[in-house]
């Protein structure tokens, strides 16, 4: 598969992952399913937008950039004049770094949020009432929740997806950096000599 074709696969794969990225960190804003009453309810790390920002815009960028490659000018690769398509392959590098940085974010701020645990109400304020991740093996523990309904479940479950979504859109930015490696030293396309073929896309 030429590196371009390649990095069209890992676009494919990154869009939809960015949108449903973004998608859970917008249901983060509604604590259990539900409007907040105050926007003081809702746990501080949702409003770090690691889902929209990290692993959602960010993540669009070098996405749309993949996908592009596979359609550039050839020629580069061939020894002709043009090396738009080597450019094109190093450029992505580039943004394939981008990706890394907001991935790395975004898993970053789902970490913490899993220690730490949600925001809620346990009947005398509303805090933080799970220490260093102990909820997470031991259920007994979200009874100190009252409220939001089902909020220990919610935050588990919409950051345990950031943090999985997160990882995997970094592994695809990685092997991104090394496909576009690749892609500049020996060319995209079938072309050129180290890559064999005959000079077909």
């Known amino acids: 598969m030429c590196t371009g074709g390649c990095a069209k696969c890992l676009g494919t794969v990154l869009i939809p992952l960015a949108v449903l990225c973004t998608l859970a960190n917008i249901l983060l804003f509604f604590p259990g399913g539900k409007v907040a009453q105050e926007n003081a309810h809702i746990t501080n790390e949702v409003w770090y ?117 997160s990882l995997i859109q970094g592994v695809l930015c990685g092997i991104q950096v090394v496909n576009g490696l690749f892609g500049t030293l020996c060319g995209d396309c079938k072309c050129c000599g180290c890559c064999g073929g005959d000079g077909t896309v």
Request: aromatic share 12%.
């Open 49 to 165: 937008f690691g889902g929209i920002l990290g692993s959602g815009v960010l993540m669009i960028f070098p996405a749309l950039v993949f996908l592009g490659l596979q359609n550039n000018d050839c020629c580069g690769c061939c020894g002709n004049q043009s090396c738009g398509k080597r450019f094109a392959m190093f450029s992505s590098i580039i943004f394939a770094a981008v990706g890394l940085l907001g991935a790395g974010y975004c898993f970053i701020l789902s970490a913490v949020a899993l220690n730490k645990g949600p925001k809620c109400n346990t009947g005398s304020s509303w805090t933080y009432p799970f220490m260093d991740g102990d909820y997470l093996t031991d259920h007994s523990l979200w009874n100190k929740c009252l409220a939001p309904e089902n909020i220990v479940v919610w935050h588990l479950t919409l950051f345990s997806l950031l943090l999985i979504m």
